[in-house]
């Protein structure tokens, strides 16, 4: 068993509970705007993940439940966002909700189309079947999800790194805006 703290949806820590933090130095070729992310500090945190895993990785019928803190910010206009991967299980599906602020959640098929669901606190979403996903903060406090999903899901960050999504989230006008990706 864990304990969820809910006003920030973080986990109690524990030995089943893993802790990973994504600085924007290993976000390289994530981002759109490779100048702009190589002005700001690499070391700077993007994201955190705590994954509460009380099956081992793999495990057929299992699930793990995890918690994503997305930081506010933007490298040029693009909101700060997590690496986002297909599930390596293609029709492994998975759910988040929203605890605080504000944000998008992008998905993409496999035939590259793209789409988004606005965040708030409350909002719960499914990850359907064949789907990459990936979350970008949009306002200007951290951005707070918990998620739940298969324990033999496995995650594919590879074919996101190579081709990456069929669209952007960034700031237009002050407002954020789905922006079809140059190919
Ligand atoms: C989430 C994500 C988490 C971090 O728990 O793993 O938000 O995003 P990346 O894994 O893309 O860095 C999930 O979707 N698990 O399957
Ligand atoms: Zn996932």
């Not at 702009?36 to 700077?44: E, G, M, S």
């Not at 439940?65 to 986002?84: C, K, L």
């Not at 602020?101 to 789409?115: C, D, H, K, Q, S």
């Not at 979350?135 to 995650?155: E, K, M, Q, Y």
């Amino acid at each position: 068993m864990v304990r969820i703290d809910w006003t920030s949806g973080l986990l109690q820590p524990s030995k089943e509970v893993h802790e990973s933090v994504k600085k924007l130095g290993q976000l390289e070729g994530i981002f759109e705007n490779a100048a702009a992310l190589k002005a700001l500090d690499p070391r700077t945190a993007v994201y955190r993940v705590q994954a509460w895993c009380p099956v081992p990785e793999g495990t057929e019928g299992g699930l793990f439940w995890g918690t994503t803190v997305v930081e506010p910010g933007r490298v040029d206009s693009e909101y700060f966002m997590t690496h986002g991967h297909f599930h390596l299980k293609r029709d492994r599906t998975e759910c988040y909700a929203t605890v605080e602020g504000e944000g998008a959640l992008i998905l993409m098929n496999e035939t590259r189309t793209t789409w988004m669901e606005p965040m708030s606190p409350g909002s719960v979403h499914l990850v359907p079947p064949h789907v990459a996903h990936r979350v970008a903060n949009t306002g200007s406090n951290a951005l707070r999800f918990v998620a739940c999903w298969p324990s033999d899901a496995g995650h594919d960050y590879e074919s996101i790194r190579k081709h990456g999504f069929g669209a952007r989230v960034v700031c237009v006008d002050g407002k954020a805006t789905l922006v079809r990706s140059a190919v």
